[in-house]
């Protein structure tokens, strides 16, 4: 029960940090979004990897 409350905490966490650089500055946010719209499937596929290198290498330190 104690880890479903932790997926949904993670969840939570995560929603305020994507939510912050939208909500201070949109006018940059939505020139980082055209960026992003401008770079191949293979540079965003690149960038998702790297996330998820850095994310689970993070995951993997805490524990």
């Not at 932790?6 to 650089?21: K, R, T, Y």
């Amino acid at each position: 029960m104690e880890s479903d409350v932790s997926w949904w905490a993670a969840l939570a966490l995560f929603l305020v940090i994507e939510g912050l650089f939208p909500f201070i500055s949109p006018r940059r946010w939505r020139g980082a979004f055209a960026q992003l719209l401008a770079l191949r499937d293979g540079q965003i596929r690149f960038v998702g990897l790297l996330c998820i290198a850095v994310g689970l290498s993070l995951l993997w330190l805490l524990k």
